[in-house]
């Protein structure tokens, strides 16, 4: 599953901190790490484009 995904389900409210660690299979601190990650915190969509026009 993409990691992007997991976050995003995070953020939105749809799991709890520990089911988005659990399925990525890291604990909580390294989550915390991610949550931080400006490269995380964008969309697929956007993250797509950016990739195509490399």
Request: aromatic content about 2%.
């Given at each position: 599953?993409?990691?992007?995904?997991?976050?995003?389900?995070y953020?939105?409210?749809?799991?709890?901190m520990?089911?988005?660690?659990?399925?990525?299979?890291?604990?909580?601190?390294?989550?915390m790490?991610?949550?931080?990650?400006?490269?995380?915190?964008?969309?697929?969509?956007?993250?797509?484009?950016?990739?195509?026009?490399?």
């Open positions: 599953m993409d990691k992007r995904k997991v976050i995003s389900a953020r939105r409210g749809f799991i709890t520990q089911e988005c660690a659990q399925i990525l299979g890291i604990d909580s601190v390294q989550i790490g991610m949550m931080n990650d400006p490269q995380l915190a964008e969309t697929p969509r956007t993250l797509k484009q950016t990739t195509a026009s490399v």
